[in-house]
């Protein structure tokens, strides 16, 4: 069970036990510049759903901003649910990346915590570059069934 933040908007919903959803950044930059896919996963995932995000997400948002776009851009931040790093997230991204060089592959250190900050909050992520995430214990949202 996940328990809403404070400051979170939707305020009148104290406890979520449905699925949730983690949004990678390329999702949030897509729905900011209004491309129809995005909107149309961020309906069909919002209905009975909290989107969520993390700091490493909304820091990859942040670097593409443009002049006049702060605002709308913040807004729709402040809307999520947002995943702190934790030491645990930390240490799980440390024994997956750690893991994958023992057999030769390479796990990106940012796709990592974010893999491993859905793993812990037993979140599904929503993203394009599901390629990027071979971690087992990952549940994906496939956006390939979204025309």
């Not at 443009?66 to 809307?79: C, H, M, V, Y």
Request: aromatic share 8%; glycine share 2%.
């Amino acid at each position: 069970m996940l328990m809403i933040p404070e400051n979170n908007p939707r305020k009148d919903w104290k406890e979520i036990t449905m699925n949730d959803y983690f949004l990678d950044s390329n999702i949030i930059i897509d729905f900011l510049l209004k491309r129809p896919k995005s909107i149309k996963i961020l309906e069909s995932i919002s209905i009975n759903n909290m989107p969520s995000t993390s700091p490493v997400c909304i820091a990859e948002v942040q670097l593409g901003v443009k002049k006049g776009e702060e605002d709308k851009t913040n807004q729709f931040l402040d809307s999520l649910i947002i995943y702190d790093l934790t030491k645990d997230i930390a240490n799980l991204t440390g024994k997956f990346i750690r893991e994958c060089k023992e057999i030769g592959k390479t796990l990106n250190l940012i796709d990592t915590l974010i893999a491993s900050t859905c793993i812990i909050n037993d979140l599904i992520l929503v993203t394009y570059n599901i390629k990027h995430y071979f971690i087992k214990d990952l549940r994906l949202f496939d956006t390939d069934k979204i025309s």
